[in-house]
């Protein structure tokens, strides 16, 4: 089997983990594997409590463990929530530039079930926690083709060794390239690629708007209109430029005002 990078996806508490160990394992007989675990980077990050406002270097604490992996010749299991479409973006870049193939795995246990296991889990993640992300996960594949995974397993119905088994003969047919291929050049690919590039550009230029949610915020409001009214690429990145101008500016004035 070729070289992969397996990206699970799933609300917390959902089995990704007891999951992403027996697929590892059973992916062992055929090529090195490693697990990239984001909760062991957060207890050293956070020192044992969350802190949203560590998540961006977790990020890329664990895109980074993903490379060296992938440039050692191992395949690698990237475990944790995923849950929105520019999380899984990310390592399906990295995965790109590495010259191996990507997969997203969707572990579509029900949140009721994922409460409940979570209350037995000896470090349980708090409630609200997990019904926050259930309501913001981005379904793999309703929106982007190349997000289309290549299986989904409810931990809930299926158990995990069967699971297991049933990924495993999804990525060996995706590795002999039968698999639904990407289709570049889709309209919201396009425009997806194109504001994407705005806001790289536009963070080099401003450091000091890194992790400012209302960057973020701003793409996707173009990108939600631009779908919704058709409009080409090149309208989106105008577009995109003049809101985030706006941002810069409203947040040169909270400065200013607070100084």
């Known amino acids: 089997m070729e070289q992969i990078l397996v990206v699970l996806c799933g609300i917390p508490a959902s089995g990704k983990s007891t999951l992403a160990r027996e697929l590892a394992s059973r992916m062992r007989a055929e090529r090195q594997t490693c697990i990239v675990d984001t909760d062991r980077w957060r207890a050293e990050v ?18 980074r463990e993903v490379r060296e992996c992938l440039r050692r010749g191992w395949d690698a299991v990237h475990d944790d929530t995923n849950y929105y479409a520019s999380m899984r973006h990310d390592l399906r870049q990295v995965a790109l530039e590495e010259g191996c193939r990507f997969g997203v795995v969707h572990v579509a246990t029900p949140l009721s079930v994922a409460l409940g296991w979570n209350r037995t889990r000896p470090n349980m993640v708090p409630e609200h926690v997990i019904r926050k992300i259930a309501e913001r996960l981005d379904v793999p594949g309703q929106k982007y083709a190349w997000d289309r995974p290549v299986a989904t397993v409810d931990l809930a119905v299926t158990g995990v060794e069967e699971a297991a088994g049933r990924v495993l003969r999804a990525l060996r047919q995706l590795a002999r390239g039968r ?7 889709t309209h919201a690919e396009e425009l ?14 401003h450091l000091e708007m890194m992790g400012e949610p209302a960057v973020h915020r701003a793409r996707k409001e173009v990108l939600r209109q631009a779908l919704r009214e058709g409009r080409p690429p090149s309208w989106a990145a105008r577009e995109l430029r003049l809101r985030l101008r706006g941002v810069l500016d409203r947040a040169e004035e909270d400065r200013t005002g607070s100084a």
């Open 192 to 205: 997806d690629r194109t504001t994407r590039g705005v806001v790289r550009q536009f963070l080099s230029e």
């Open 46 to 63: 956070y020192g044992g409590s969350f802190s949203p406002e560590k998540e961006r270097l977790v990020r890329g604490l664990s895109l």
């Open 179 to 185: 698999e639904r291929r990407v289709t570049h050049g």
